[in-house]
């Protein structure tokens, strides 16, 4: 093999060097996404190289030698830099690998047409020369593709903290410094956010085993929750945390209420900030919304909490030391009772307060008679010095009522017998079963 390519290695020269025109004329025309990236001068010398380095690994193989594949992999590496799909960079090498195989047999027959059988054999070493450089080229596109796309998640994630917590990250910083924007406008331009429109941010409980709750999504995207991937819900982009989960919300024309439906195939609990219109807005939409997420304890099970529709807890989950002084001033006493006393008289007033004031309904949830309920209110006022036909106490009550919830969400350690007020229990603790047949 190495002595037919001496023998014919001045017009195999001329041959691949017309090869090199043909196949990146065809290039240019057919592929786009050549025809975006490079000019023909630059194509048709990296084309040319390549069948050059293909027929010096052929001569390589015949003397036992490794073939060189350094350029094939910077190649690779480089491409995937680029950005131009793998199946653009692997067509033009097959049809290279063709081409170079045409040119030399065309140049043996020019030569000697009885040498062609000597010529044949190396089919397969040049075949397998081809397929090494394909391999080469291929391993390091992908190599550089998925650091590339590390480095492109980390970009991302950086850009929607400086949003998420209204700091100045690196990349944002970058950006403003080019133009009269701040960090946060810099950062939402960035991720493709408009500068004014409806945001709002979700705040998902941390998972307890750690897994991320939301499916990832690619890089620099953005997917409804669940991954439904429905083009008429609203854009969410999502940042994991060790902490939990954060999602940027792009409403839209979409109600806040639309949140629910987005997050409710997710199966967990979640705080909801409200609607701002400006990118420089959404770390204090972020900031509520882990805040409507503290309103909803983990006994409520999986629900979304809107903070709009929370506002009196999040007052309390706002303030930590006052929650604790309303919670000794209001109910004090009743804190200090017994806890199987303790338990009957605030799962009392927390069903009471759910039912919005009805003593029959009450009872119905607690499954006992609404004389029951009433005598146990009656004691709550006499403990506590509060009078339930009095709003103004009534809402102290329901206050220290949310403060004595979310203490115990944030301290099970040392939780106080205080069960779901929706429960169904006994004063003792037992489960009765309704009155009421099953259907």
């Known amino acids: 093999m ?3 390519i001496e023998e014919i290695r001045e017009d195999l020269s001329r041959r691949i060097a017309v090869a090199a025109d043909r196949l990146t004329d065809r290039t240019l025309a057919e592929d786009p996404a050549y025809a975006a990236l490079l000019g ?3 194509l048709r010398e990296r084309i040319h190289h390549a069948l ?6 052929l001569l390589r193989s015949s003397r036992g030698l490794p073939v060189e594949l350094a350029d094939a992999r910077a190649v690779g590496a480089l491409r995937a830099e680029q950005g131009l799909p793998l199946t653009s960079l692997l067509r033009t090498y097959r049809r290279g690998g063709r081409l170079l195989w045409q040119s030399l047999t065309e140049a043996v027959t020019a030569h000697d047409r009885a040498a062609l059988p000597r010529l044949l054999p190396g089919a397969t070493a040049l075949w397998d020369v081809l397929d090494q450089m394909t391999d080469a080229v291929t391993e390091s596109y992908r190599r550089a593709e998925a650091a590339r796309g590390d480095r492109d998640r980390e970009h991302r994630a950086a850009l929607l903290d400086v949003l998420l917590d ?8 970058a950006a403003a410094a080019a133009g009269e924007v701040s960090a946060a406008e810099a950062a939402a331009a960035r991720l493709g956010l408009p500068e004014r429109g409806r945001f709002t941010v979700v705040v998902l409980a941390a998972d307890a085993s750690g897994a991320p709750v939301v499916p990832v999504v690619p890089a620099g995207t953005g997917a409804p929750a669940g991954g439904t991937g429905a083009a008429s ?8 945390r060790a902490d939990g989960e954060i999602g940027l919300v792009e409403l839209g024309h979409h ?3 639309s949140v629910r439906e987005l997050l409710a195939p997710l199966g967990v609990r979640a705080g909801v900030g409200p609607v701002v219109a400006a990118p420089a807005d959404v770390a204090r939409a972020h900031r509520l919304a882990a805040l409507a997420l503290r ?5 409520e099970g999986p629900r979304t909490a809107l903070l709009d529709e929370r506002l009196p807890a999040a007052l309390v989950a706002a303030e930590a030391e006052l929650a604790g002084r309303l919670r000794q001033v209001v109910l004090g006493p009743v804190l200090a009772l017994p806890a199987q006393d303790r338990r009957t008289l605030l799962t009392t007033l927390g069903t009471w307060l759910a039912c919005q004031g009805s003593t029959t309904d009450a009872a119905q949830r607690l499954y006992c008679h609404r004389n029951t309920v009433s005598n146990r209110l009656r004691r709550l006022e006499q403990l506590t010095g509060r009078s339930l036909s009095d709003p103004r106490q009534v809402v102290e009550l329901a206050l220290a009522h949310a403060a004595v919830l979310q203490r115990v969400e944030a301290e099970p350690a040392t939780r106080p017998a205080v069960p779901d007020p929706r429960a169904s229990r006994t004063p003792g603790g037992t489960a009765r079963r309704s009155p009421r ?3």
Do not use: C, M, N
Not at 233 to 240: D, G, M
């Open 2 to 4: 190495e002595r037919i």
């Open 40 to 42: 023909r001068a630059e």
């Open 52 to 57: 050059r380095q293909a027929v010096e690994g």
């Open 166 to 173: 209204g700091g100045v990250g690196p990349s944002a910083a």
């Open 233 to 240: 819900a609203p854009r969410v982009l999502w940042r994991i």
């Open 255 to 257: 109600p806040l209420e």
């Open 295 to 299: 309103t909803s304890p983990e006994s």
């Open 437 to 439: 047949r099953r259907a």
